[in-house]
């Protein structure tokens, strides 16, 4: 449990109507968070994006205000305004609604901010020390087929955001995952062991992606595609990519440098979960078969065995 650090208001970021604030630092970014309802501080504290630390303050670079809408007297406020740097973002009725929009735009802001990391939208898993990327916008399923991947054993990363590194690297950003469960849109959240799994610790190369549209009673046959279109499916994908581009590409063509692409329409879930692990296991098979290799024609001999696999 962190430990969160409650202020009376702090001229650099409230204002004379808050009464609590707290700092958050979340891959280099800083913002501050400021409430005239303290205790929703204390109910926010789980859902800071992974990797989270708490600072006594100091400067930001963005500032989020939860306002009650029933008056500061109200001893159970019911409305609340949620604010960004002083713009209108939301009104929610009840605090799960106004906490559920400030997560989600806090993790898309430090997606967005990350110097030091480059944040794609996708769903994430490892397999035998290999990164397994999925790219695709919310309501695309990466949660489903992440969560029937980790049921056959897959270990979790994420299912919201492959962070990459200046090598191309895939990080853990291993937050509860979101199940949609009904046609209203909402997601019920669920530990990682709820499935059976665990979550990963370690960097791994990226040397799956998958490029995937659902598509009801569809039988899963994919096409393989060259790096550098794979690098263009991840990239319209990557969070930075117009206010950071060039970093961006950079990191994308390392991470794509050793990986294998497949797209194609999918149905359910079950059937293309299986069909990844076969593929990793076939990589993995092909590996352990090869002798080591000069780190000069590394990348080619990964190459030519993947080819053999799709094959």
């Known amino acids: 449990m962190r ?21 958050v630092v979340s891959y280099g ?21 992974p990797g989270s630390n708490v600072s006594s303050g100091g400067s930001i670079r963005r500032s989020y205000s939860i306002v009650s809408s029933s008056g500061r007297r109200a001893k159970t406020p ?3 305004d949620l604010y960004a740097d002083g713009v209108a973002l939301a009104r929610k009725d009840g605090v799960a609604d106004v906490l559920e929009t400030l997560e989600s735009d806090l993790q898309h802001y430090v997606a967005e901010m990350a110097r030091h990391r480059v944040f794609v939208h996708a769903g994430v898993v490892g397999l035998n020390g290999m990164g397994v990327l999925i790219p695709g916008r919310s309501f695309a399923g990466k949660s489903t087929l992440v969560a029937e991947m980790v049921r056959a054993g897959a270990t979790y990363y994420s299912d919201e955001y492959a962070v990459l590194d200046s090598q191309g690297r895939v990080h853990p950003f291993a937050r509860p995952l979101g199940i949609r469960e009904n046609r ?8 990682v062991e709820a499935f059976g799994g ?10 799956l992606v998958i490029s995937s549209r659902y598509v009801e009673s569809t039988d899963w046959q994919p096409r393989r595609i060259s790096a550098g ?58 590996e352990k078969s090869t002798p080591p290799s000069t780190s000069s024609n590394r990348a080619q001999n990964i190459r030519e065995r993947w080819c053999a696999v799709a094959r």
Not at 184 to 191: C, S
Not at 271 to 286: N, P, R
Request: cysteine-free.
């Open 229 to 286: 279109q794979g690098a263009l499916e991840l990239l319209a994908n990557t969070v930075p990519a117009r206010s950071q581009p060039e970093r961006s590409l950079v990191t994308l063509q390392r991470a794509a440098s050793h990986a294998y692409f497949f797209k194609g329409n999918r149905g359910e879930a079950g059937d293309l979960a299986k069909w990844i692990l076969e593929f990793i296991e076939k990589v993995s098979s092909q």
């Open 78 to 80: 019911s409305r609340f």
């Open 198 to 207: 665990r979550a990963g610790v370690k960097p791994l190369p990226v040397a």
């Open 184 to 191: 209203n849109g909402k997601a019920t959240k669920y530990p």
């Open 29 to 49: 970014v800083r913002v501050g968070i400021r409430t005239d309802t303290p205790w929703i501080l204390h109910r926010f504290l789980n859902r800071l994006p």
């Open 3 to 23: 430990e969160i650090l409650l202020r009376d208001s702090d001229s650099s970021i409230d204002n004379p109507n808050s009464t609590a604030r707290v700092v």
